[in-house]
């Protein structure tokens, strides 16, 4: 299984982002799915999470600029970043735990590569 995250980049102050995390490989299916968050010199911090029900949790700094959603269809799951702040600069990643396909239909968490994200003017 691998999870590659995408739409990482430059935005100035007050801007809008999208990024996305697909999940390819041998998924039976995908229960939580989420976004961390890692900048320079900090600990890695929650940005969001989305339950296979579509419930969503948010850490605070985000709430009410942030959304998560989910395509259940192409394992793949979006961020919609608005009014970014230069505090939202850091690496961001996906997490998504995943019962694998075949016999032992085991539960995995699985981590995306990570992508940029530089909030600044």
């Known amino acids: 299984v691998q999870l590659q995250a995408s739409g990482g980049g430059l935005v100035q102050p007050g801007g809008s982002l999208r990024l996305s995390c697909a999940a390819s490989?041998?998924?039976?299916?995908?229960?939580?799915m989420g976004w961390y968050r890692q900048a320079p010199g900090k600990q890695r911090e929650l940005v969001a999470v989305?339950?296979?029900?579509?419930?969503?949790n948010y850490g605070d700094s985000v709430k009410g600029r942030f959304t998560i959603s989910r395509d259940n269809t192409k394992n793949t799951m979006y961020l919609e970043m608005n009014s970014l702040e230069p505090g939202d600069t850091a690496v961001y990643f996906c997490?998504?735990?995943?019962?694998?396909?075949?016999?032992?239909?085991?539960?995995?968490?699985?981590w995306g590569q990570g992508t940029l994200v530089t909030v600044s003017s």
């Open positions: 989305i339950i296979s029900d579509s419930s969503t």
């Open positions: 997490n998504a735990h995943v019962t694998v396909s075949g016999w032992s239909r085991l539960t995995y968490s699985y």
């Open positions: 490989g041998s998924i039976f299916s995908i229960d939580r």
